[in-house]
């Protein structure tokens, strides 16, 4: 069972980058959106990867969905 942190602090650009990955953008359309490189999505990809102790793209919109940081 993975270990289940209360609090998560996500930077607004990483609490938007979240938003939109957790539609059916692909992170090239996510970087276009932003007006960001495709590496700087990576970087956010993998910060909000590492802060909610995830490993994919459905675990990381499952967990914003489980913390309420993302309503559907």
Not at 38 to 50: A, H
């Amino acid at each position: 069972m993975k270990r289940f942190k209360k609090s998560v602090q996500l930077s607004e650009r990483e609490t938007d980058f979240l938003r939109r990955a957790c539609s059916d953008l692909t992170y090239k359309q996510i970087a276009a959106e932003m007006h960001l490189a495709e590496r700087t999505i990576d970087g956010y990809r993998e910060s909000v990867f590492e802060k909610l102790n995830v490993g994919s793209r459905v675990g990381m919109a499952m967990e914003a969905i489980k913390r309420k940081i993302i309503a559907i």
